[in-house]
């Protein structure tokens, strides 16, 4: 019996310290992505930056707010702050083209500098693994995406430190005085 526990408490043990690891390793820096010219890409280059991830939409209503977060993006650039665009046409089918296509767009329409990736999904069984973390249940800000130009606020730790929904523009003052806020801590 005491050997049996033993065994049951070893395999425990092993299981959690896997666990962990795993945890540990799927920090927002460490997931797989693609940029907009289809590289293998990840977070980490932004380490220790305050970042603003937006999932966007070249066919919105809230396409214009493109100008906004490039506004903010040079505006915040020098202090550390780096807005990254992630398409997506799940909302009303509102970014059908192609990665060509969206950052075309996106450079010759707003002229954005900032960095755009790959179409990706926010929602459902194939939401990709990014939004899992921003999104999914152990996110400290849960629940389904609910359209384009949602905003998540990423601390220089990396954490999670606020979710602003589509209607808040990028020059609002509680998205502006948020980012203010991540970029004064250390």
């Known amino acids: 019996m005491v050997a049996a526990m033993k065994t049951i408490w070893l395999l425990f043990a092993?299981?959690?310290?896997?666990?962990?690891?795993?945890?540990?390793?799927?920090?927002l820096y460490d997931i797989p992505?693609?940029?907009?010219?289809?590289?293998?890409?990840?977070?980490?280059?932004?380490?220790?930056?305050?970042?603003?991830?937006?999932n966007v939409?070249?066919?919105?209503?809230?396409?214009?707010?493109?100008?906004?977060?490039?506004?903010?993006?040079?505006?915040?650039?020098?202090?550390?702050?780096?807005v990254c665009g992630f398409p997506c046409n799940q909302f009303g089918a509102q970014e059908p083209g192609t990665a060509a296509e969206i950052k075309q767009f996106c450079t010759s329409k707003y002229n954005v500098t900032f960095p755009l990736f790959s179409k990706l999904a926010v929602n459902g069984k194939n939401r990709h693994p990014l939004y899992v973390q921003l999104a999914g249940t152990n996110s400290p800000f849960p629940g389904n995406i609910k359209w384009n130009f949602t905003k998540f606020l990423i601390g220089r730790d990396g954490k999670i430190?606020?979710?602003?929904d589509s209607k808040v523009k990028p020059d609002a003052a509680e998205l502006t005085q948020a980012i203010e806020a991540a970029l004064a801590a250390k």
């Open 14 to 27: 092993t299981m959690m310290t896997a666990t962990l690891a795993l945890s540990a390793a799927e920090s």
């Open 33 to 54: 992505l693609k940029d907009i010219d289809g590289k293998d890409t990840s977070l980490k280059a932004y380490s220790g930056q305050v970042l603003l991830l937006v």
């Open 161 to 164: 430190v606020a979710r602003f």
């Open 57 to 82: 939409a070249s066919q919105c209503g809230y396409t214009p707010q493109y100008a906004g977060l490039e506004a903010l993006y040079k505006q915040y650039a020098l202090q550390g702050l780096v």
